[in-house]
C-alpha cells in the first residue's frame, strides 16, 4: 500500500536546507532593507485561504512557508474569513467574500489557469474599509499561480500598494520532458542520476517530488513527461505504470499532469520478436507494431485504457519514432501521421495527447540532415488528428549553441506545432559553464518566419494565433537530476526558471527574467543584481562566440558532446566534423544556399532571400552574420561587417568569447560580499574550470582551421586576460560523458 500523504502535515524537504541551492529560487530569504518589511509586515496580518482541497492545502502550505521567511516571523494561514487587513485567496466557490467581489467577468477573462491579484481599500474591502489583498481565480490551480507570483512580488521587493495584477498563460501546455531511463540514469543529464527513484515507487515516496513540483508550480509548468524519448517499452508494464501514478498522485495538486514517452513497438513481445526491427522488441504478445493493424490498435486502446484507470487525468504520449535507431512507422511502410494517429485515437476517449518528434535524420540517406524533418512532415499538414502535435526542435539541425529557425515553424497551418526547447546544456557546456538560455529562446521566439507575411513569429506560431491552432504546447528537455542543488550549476537553475515563466509569457524579456530569478535565489542588493544580470545576460552570446562563432555547428567530440573536436574520425558513426564545417583551402563552412544544398527553400521567401545572398562580398549581402557559415562556404579573405576578414573575424570572435568568461569571473569575485559562502565558492570553481575549457576551443579550431587558411591569427585579438587561463589549463573531466 502506498503511502498517503497531504499537503498540509508532509514536512516540507527544503525546510531544513542551508544555502547549498536546494531552495532554488523559493529560498523565501527575510525581505530588506527595513522599510519594504514594515509596510508588507503591516498589510500582511492576516492570511486567509479558505477551501478543503489538496490544491489549496498546498497554497496554504506554500504562503505559511513563503511569508514565515520573507516576513521573518512566524506566519498562520487560516481556512476561514479574512477579518483583518491582510491576505485572501481563492476562487468564488471556495471564499464566500470572493463570491461577493463583481470580478466575474475580468476573473473569466483570464482563463482556467490566471488569476487577478487586487489591493483592495475603503468601501470595497471586505474587512471594514481596512486595506486587503485578493487573489482570485477561475479554478484553484489559478489560486496557486496567484500565490506564488504574490510571493514573487515579495522577493522582487515590488510595491503592494494599488495592485492590479491579472496573469494568464499565453500557451496551454508548459512541459518539462526528463530524458530519465528507468535505470536512474539520465540522457544528456549532468546533475546527477534521475529525480525519479524507479526502484522505491510506489511504495516510498521521496519528499523532493513535492518540492520539484512546488518549483514547476511557482513558474507556471503544468506537465511533466517523466522518461526518455529515447522509451524503455517497460515503462508501460502494470508495474511501472503504479509507480507514475504515485508520483502523479505527487504532482496532482500542483497542476502537474504526467505524460510519458513510448517505444513505437511495445505492442510487440519481448526482445527478438521482429526480424525487420533494431531494438529490444516490446512488452506485449504481437508480431507486429504496424499502425494499420487492428491488433495493434486494440492494443494501445486498451493500454490507454488501463493508464487511465490508474492515472484519470494522464496527459499523454511523447514519441521518437524513426530516429536515431528508434523504431517508427516507417519501419511498417507507414507515415508519421499513420502512427500518430493509431495513437491519438488510443487517447482521444480519455482526452489524452499524442506529441510527436519531428526530430529525424538518417546519415544514410542525407545530404543535407538540416532538410530532412521538413521534407518528411510538411507534406503531411494536415492529416494528424485533432489530438496530435508535432513537437519541433528550435533549430533544424540538435540544439546547438546556436542555429537558424526549424523551417517547419510556419510550415504546418493545419497541425499544432509544439516547440522544443533544450533546458540542460548538452552542446552548450552541460553543467560547466555558466550559460543563459533566454536570451537564445527570445531569439528564437521572435524571429519572423513571414508564414503570413510580416509579423508570422515563431511565437505567434507556437501561442496558436497565427494559424488559429486549437491547443498550444512549449516543452524544455529538463536540467534537473539528484544533485543537491538540482541543476548541477547553480546558474542552470535560472534557465529551468527562464524557461517557465517565458512559457507563461513569451512577452517577458530575458533581463526581467533574469533580474527576477537573481533576486529570489541570490541577492536583493541593486549593484551586485546588476553586475549578476550583466554576466548572464552576455553568457549566451559569448558562448557562441569561443564555441561555434558564425554559424559554424556541431563540432563538438563524438558522444559526449564537449569540447572542440574537428578531425576526421574513423571510428565516428554518423558524420564528421568536416560535414558540418566544410574548412578546405578556399573557406571555410556549409553551402545551404540555392547555389548548395538549398536548405534556405525550405523558408518562406523573404526569409529564404535574406539567409540566400551568397553574395558575401557585395554591400547588398543580407545574410545575418550570425548564420553566415551555417548557409555559406565563405572564403578566407572575404571582408566581414566589421572590416575584418572573415579569418581575422573567426579568430577574433573566439578569443573575443573567451575574454567574455574571464571578465565573468572577475566580476564574481568581486561579488563576494553579496553572496553566501558555498555557493560563492561552487560557482567560483565552475567559471575557473569554464575559463579553462573556453580557451581550448580557440586554440584547438583555430590550429586547425589555420592549416586549411595558411593566414596568421591576428594579433589585435583581446587575449590579455587570456594567458593566464592559459596557464591554467587543465583536462576536461573524464567524468562527462
Ligand atoms: C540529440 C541528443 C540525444 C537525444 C536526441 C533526441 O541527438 O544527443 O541524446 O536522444 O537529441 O532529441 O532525441
Same mark, same amino acid.
Given at each position: 500500500?502506498?503511502?498517503?500523504?497531504?499537503? %498540509?502535515?508532509?514536512?516540507?524537504?527544503? &525546510?531544513?536546507?542551508?544555502?547549498?541551492?536546494?531552495?532554488?529560487? *523559493?529560498?523565501?530569504?527575510?525581505?530588506? $532593507?527595513?522599510?519594504?518589511?514594515?509596510?508588507?509586515?503591516?498589510?500582511?496580518?492576516?492570511?486567509?485561504?479558505?477551501?478543503?482541497?489538496? !490544491?489549496?492545502?498546498?497554497?496554504?502550505?506554500?504562503?505559511?512557508?513563503?511569508?514565515?521567511?520573507?516576513?521573518?516571523?512566524?506566519?498562520?494561514?487560516?481556512?476561514?474569513?479574512?477579518?483583518?487587513?491582510?491576505?485572501?485567496?481563492?476562487?468564488?466557490?471556495?471564499?464566500?467574500?470572493?463570491?461577493?467581489?463583481?470580478?466575474?467577468?475580468?476573473?473569466?477573462?483570464?482563463?482556467?489557469?490566471?488569476?487577478?491579484?487586487?489591493?483592495?481599500?475603503?468601501?470595497?474591502?471586505?474587512?471594514?474599509?481596512?486595506?486587503? #489583498?485578493?487573489?482570485?481565480?477561475?479554478?484553484? =490551480?489559478?489560486?496557486?499561480?496567484?500565490?506564488?507570483?504574490?510571493?514573487?512580488?515579495?522577493?522582487?521587493?515590488?510595491?503592494?500598494?494599488?495592485?492590479?495584477?491579472?496573469?494568464?498563460?499565453?500557451?496551454?501546455?508548459?512541459?518539462?520532458?526528463?530524458?530519465?531511463?528507468?535505470?536512474?540514469?539520465?540522457?544528456?543529464?549532468?546533475?546527477?542520476?534521475?529525480?525519479?527513484?524507479?526502484?522505491?515507487?510506489?511504495?516510498?515516496?521521496?519528499?523532493?517530488?513535492?518540492?520539484?513540483?512546488?518549483?514547476?508550480?511557482?513558474?507556471?509548468?503544468?506537465?511533466?513527461?517523466?522518461?526518455?524519448?529515447?522509451?524503455?517499452?517497460?515503462?508501460?508494464?502494470?508495474?511501472?505504470?503504479?509507480?507514475?501514478?504515485?508520483?502523479?498522485?505527487?504532482?496532482?495538486?500542483?497542476?502537474?499532469?504526467?505524460?510519458?514517452?513510448?517505444?513505437?513497438?511495445?505492442?510487440?513481445?519481448?526482445?527478438?520478436?521482429?526480424?525487420?526491427?533494431?531494438?529490444?522488441?516490446?512488452?506485449?504478445?504481437?508480431?507486429?507494431?504496424?499502425? *494499420? %493493424?487492428?491488433?495493434?490498435?486494440?492494443?494501445?486502446?486498451?493500454?490507454?485504457?488501463?493508464?487511465?484507470?490508474?492515472?484519470?487525468?494522464?496527459?499523454?504520449?511523447?514519441?521518437?519514432?524513426?530516429?536515431?535507431?528508434?523504431?517508427? $512507422?516507417?519501419?511498417?511502410?507507414?507515415?508519421?501521421?499513420?502512427?500518430?494517429?493509431?495513437?491519438?485515437?488510443?487517447?482521444?476517449?480519455?482526452?489524452?495527447?499524442?506529441?510527436?518528434?519531428?526530430?529525424?535524420?538518417?546519415?544514410?540517406?542525407?545530404?543535407?540532415?538540416?532538410?530532412?524533418?521538413?521534407?518528411?512532415?510538411?507534406?503531411? /499538414?494536415?492529416?494528424?488528428?485533432?489530438?496530435?502535435?508535432?513537437?519541433?526542435?528550435?533549430? $533544424?539541425?540538435?540544439?546547438?549553441?546556436?542555429?537558424?529557425?526549424?523551417?517547419?515553424?510556419?510550415?504546418?497551418?493545419?497541425?499544432?506545432?509544439?516547440?522544443?526547447?533544450?533546458?540542460?546544456?548538452?552542446?552548450?557546456?552541460?553543467?560547466?559553464?555558466?550559460?543563459? *538560455?533566454?536570451?537564445?529562446?527570445?531569439?528564437?521566439?521572435?524571429?519572423?518566419?513571414?508564414?503570413?507575411?510580416?509579423?508570422?513569429?515563431?511565437?505567434?506560431?507556437?501561442?496558436?494565433?497565427?494559424?488559429?491552432?486549437?491547443?498550444?504546447?512549449?516543452?524544455?528537455?529538463?536540467?534537473? @537530476?539528484?544533485?543537491?542543488?538540482?541543476?548541477?550549476?547553480?546558474?542552470?537553475?535560472?534557465?529551468?526558471?527562464?524557461?517557465?515563466?517565458?512559457?507563461?509569457?513569451?512577452?517577458?524579456?530575458?533581463?526581467?527574467?533574469?533580474?527576477?530569478?537573481?533576486?529570489?535565489?541570490?541577492?536583493? %542588493?541593486? @549593484?551586485?543584481?546588476?553586475?549578476?544580470?550583466?554576466?548572464?545576460?552576455?553568457?549566451?552570446?559569448?558562448?557562441?562566440? +569561443?564555441?561555434?562563432?558564425?554559424?559554424?555547428?556541431?563540432?563538438?567530440?563524438?558522444? &559526449?558532446?564537449?569540447?572542440?573536436?574537428?578531425?576526421?574520425?574513423?571510428?565516428?558513426?554518423?558524420?564528421?566534423?568536416?560535414? +558540418?564545417?566544410?574548412?578546405?583551402?578556399?573557406?571555410?563552412?556549409?553551402?545551404?544556399?540555392?547555389?548548395?544544398?538549398?536548405?534556405?527553400?525550405?523558408?518562406?521567401?523573404?526569409?529564404?532571400? *535574406?539567409?540566400?545572398?551568397?553574395?558575401?562580398?557585395?554591400?547588398?549581402?543580407?545574410?545575418?552574420?550570425?548564420? =553566415?557559415?551555417?548557409?555559406? &562556404?565563405?572564403?578566407?579573405?572575404?571582408?566581414?561587417?566589421?572590416?575584418?576578414? =572573415?579569418?581575422?573575424?573567426?579568430?577574433?570572435?573566439?578569443?573575443?568569447?573567451?575574454?567574455?568568461?574571464?571578465?565573468?569571473?572577475?566580476?564574481?569575485?568581486?561579488?563576494?560580499?553579496? #553572496?553566501?559562502?558555498?555557493?560563492?565558492?561552487?560557482?567560483?570553481?565552475?567559471?575557473?574550470?569554464?575559463?579553462?575549457?573556453?580557451?581550448?576551443?580557440?586554440?584547438?579550431?583555430?590550429?586547425?582551421?589555420?592549416?586549411?587558411?595558411?593566414?596568421?591569427?591576428?594579433? /589585435?585579438?583581446?587575449?590579455?586576460?587570456?594567458?593566464?587561463?592559459?596557464?591554467?589549463?587543465?583536462?576536461?573531466?573524464?567524468?562527462? !560523458?
Amino acid at each position: 500500500m502506498r503511502k498517503q500523504t497531504t499537503t %498540509d502535515t508532509v514536512p516540507l524537504a527544503s &525546510h531544513v536546507s542551508a544555502r547549498d541551492g536546494y531552495e532554488l529560487w *523559493l529560498g523565501y530569504r527575510p525581505v530588506q $532593507p527595513a522599510e519594504h518589511l514594515v509596510a508588507y509586515r503591516e498589510l500582511l496580518r492576516e492570511i486567509a485561504v479558505p477551501g478543503d482541497s489538496p !490544491t489549496l492545502a498546498a497554497v496554504r502550505a506554500e504562503l505559511q512557508r513563503g511569508l514565515t521567511g520573507l516576513l521573518d516571523r512566524p506566519v498562520d494561514v487560516g481556512r476561514g474569513r479574512l477579518r483583518h487587513a491582510g491576505l485572501l485567496a481563492g476562487t468564488r466557490q471556495t471564499s464566500s467574500q470572493i463570491a461577493a467581489f463583481d470580478w466575474d467577468e475580468q476573473i473569466a477573462a483570464q482563463g482556467p489557469e490566471g488569476c487577478l491579484i487586487r489591493s483592495v481599500v475603503g468601501d470595497v474591502s471586505p474587512v471594514d474599509g481596512e486595506p486587503a #489583498i485578493v487573489i482570485a481565480a477561475q479554478s484553484e =490551480l489559478g489560486v496557486l499561480y496567484g500565490c506564488f507570483h504574490f510571493l514573487r512580488l515579495l522577493q522582487t521587493h515590488q510595491p503592494l500598494a494599488g495592485l492590479a495584477v491579472a496573469e494568464r498563460p499565453r500557451i496551454q501546455l508548459r512541459l518539462l520532458d526528463h530524458w530519465d531511463n528507468l535505470d536512474g540514469s539520465i540522457e544528456r543529464g549532468y546533475a546527477g542520476k534521475s529525480l525519479w527513484k524507479w526502484e522505491e515507487l510506489p511504495g516510498t515516496l521521496d519528499p523532493r517530488y513535492r518540492d520539484y513540483a512546488r518549483a514547476c508550480a511557482s513558474i507556471g509548468i503544468n506537465g511533466a513527461v517523466l522518461n526518455n524519448v529515447s522509451a524503455d517499452p517497460r515503462i508501460l508494464r502494470a508495474d511501472y505504470l503504479e509507480k507514475v501514478a504515485a508520483l502523479a498522485d505527487v504532482l496532482r495538486p500542483y497542476g502537474i499532469k504526467v505524460y510519458l514517452s513510448v517505444n513505437f513497438v511495445s505492442p510487440l513481445q519481448p526482445s527478438g520478436a521482429s526480424d525487420r526491427l533494431r531494438g529490444e522488441g516490446g512488452i506485449g504478445s504481437l508480431n507486429t507494431a504496424d499502425p *494499420l %493493424d487492428p491488433d495493434v490498435g486494440r492494443w494501445w486502446s486498451e493500454k490507454a485504457n488501463e493508464i487511465y484507470r490508474h492515472i484519470p487525468d494522464f496527459g499523454g504520449f511523447l514519441v521518437k519514432a524513426s530516429s536515431e535507431g528508434m523504431p517508427g $512507422p516507417p519501419d511498417y511502410g507507414r507515415t508519421h501521421a499513420e502512427g500518430a494517429n493509431m495513437l491519438a485515437r488510443a487517447l482521444a476517449p480519455h482526452g489524452g495527447i499524442v506529441m510527436w518528434r519531428a526530430f529525424v535524420y538518417d546519415a544514410d540517406t542525407d545530404a543535407d540532415r538540416a532538410k530532412r524533418a521538413y521534407k518528411e512532415f510538411m507534406p503531411l /499538414d494536415g492529416q494528424f488528428d485533432d489530438n496530435v502535435f508535432v513537437q519541433v526542435k528550435n533549430g $533544424p539541425v540538435d540544439f546547438q549553441p546556436r542555429e537558424p529557425i526549424h523551417p517547419l515553424f510556419g510550415a504546418m497551418p493545419r497541425t499544432p506545432l509544439m516547440m522544443e526547447f533544450q533546458i540542460t546544456q548538452e552542446y552548450l557546456g552541460q553543467a560547466i559553464h555558466l550559460v543563459y *538560455l533566454a536570451p537564445l529562446w527570445k531569439e528564437v521566439l521572435n524571429f519572423d518566419t513571414f508564414a503570413q507575411g510580416e509579423g508570422s513569429t515563431v511565437t505567434r506560431v507556437i501561442d496558436g494565433s497565427l494559424h488559429g491552432y486549437p491547443m498550444t504546447g512549449i516543452a524544455g528537455v529538463a536540467n534537473v @537530476g539528484f544533485d543537491r542543488n538540482w541543476c548541477g550549476h547553480h546558474f542552470a537553475q535560472a534557465n529551468w526558471y527562464a524557461f517557465g515563466r517565458l512559457a507563461w509569457d513569451h512577452d517577458l524579456s530575458s533581463e526581467v527574467i533574469a533580474e527576477e530569478w537573481i533576486r529570489a535565489t541570490l541577492t536583493n %542588493d541593486d @549593484g551586485a543584481v546588476a553586475t549578476i544580470r550583466d554576466m548572464m545576460m552576455g553568457s549566451w552570446e559569448a558562448c557562441v562566440n +569561443y564555441m561555434t562563432p558564425l554559424g559554424l555547428h556541431h563540432i563538438m567530440r563524438e558522444g &559526449h558532446h564537449y569540447g572542440p573536436a574537428l578531425e576526421y574520425d574513423a571510428g565516428r558513426e554518423d558524420w564528421n566534423p568536416q560535414y +558540418y564545417h566544410r574548412a578546405d583551402a578556399t573557406g571555410l563552412g556549409f553551402d545551404r544556399s540555392s547555389s548548395g544544398s538549398n536548405a534556405v527553400a525550405q523558408y518562406y521567401p523573404p526569409v529564404r532571400d *535574406l539567409f540566400d545572398n551568397a553574395d558575401w562580398n557585395s554591400p547588398r549581402a543580407t545574410c545575418p552574420e550570425k548564420y =553566415l557559415l551555417w548557409f555559406h &562556404h565563405v572564403p578566407w579573405d572575404d571582408e566581414m561587417r566589421s572590416g575584418r576578414t =572573415l579569418w581575422d573575424e573567426l579568430a577574433w570572435r573566439y578569443y573575443h568569447g573567451v575574454e567574455y568568461v574571464s571578465r565573468m569571473l572577475e566580476s564574481w569575485v568581486a561579488l563576494k560580499p553579496h #553572496i553566501d559562502p558555498q555557493r560563492y565558492e561552487e560557482v567560483l570553481r565552475k567559471l575557473s574550470t569554464q575559463e579553462a575549457h573556453a580557451i581550448e576551443w580557440p586554440r584547438v579550431c583555430l590550429a586547425y582551421f589555420q592549416d586549411f587558411s595558411r593566414r596568421p591569427i591576428p594579433v /589585435d585579438i583581446p587575449r590579455g586576460v587570456i594567458h593566464e587561463a592559459e596557464a591554467a589549463m587543465v583536462e576536461p573531466p573524464d567524468a562527462i !560523458t
